[in-house]
């Protein structure tokens, strides 16, 4: 089993920038494709950005193309969200998540963490 812990959140003004971790506890953190996820007030949960197992793959919602870098340690068992030029839409609730395969598909992903908030005044 994994379990997942989020942190970095927190109020950044539009156009700043914030780095999210998900630090994954357990041995078996570099067996696992990684994904950020984002849910916002009264909307559905959305796929922001996803890894592979080694890292030398990434995938990312065109909503964030550009502006977010995710990446991990395996050596540190983290993943890491860079999200660059934020905007209000970019207010959600983020969570990371791990599962056997990277992919966008949140239902895919077996394990999930709390959560961080991340809020973009205008």
């Known amino acids: 089993q994994v379990q997942l812990a989020e942190s970095g959140g927190g109020l950044v003004q539009a156009g700043g920038s914030l780095r999210l971790s998900c630090a994954a506890s357990g041995r078996t953190f570099s067996s696992y494709a990684m994904g950020w996820f984002r849910q916002a007030p009264g909307k559905e949960r959305e796929f922001v950005a996803t890894?592979?197992?080694?890292?030398?793959?990434?995938s990312y919602a065109d909503s964030v193309k550009g502006r977010f870098i995710i990446s991990r340690e395996n050596a540190k068992n983290t993943m890491y969200l860079q999200m660059n030029s934020l905007t209000p839409d970019d207010t959600a609730v983020y969570y990371c998540a791990a599962g056997l395969l990277p992919t966008a598909q949140a239902q895919r992903y077996s394990y999930w963490g709390q959560g961080t908030q991340v809020t973009v005044s205008a």
């Open positions: 890894i592979t197992w080694s890292g030398d793959s990434t």
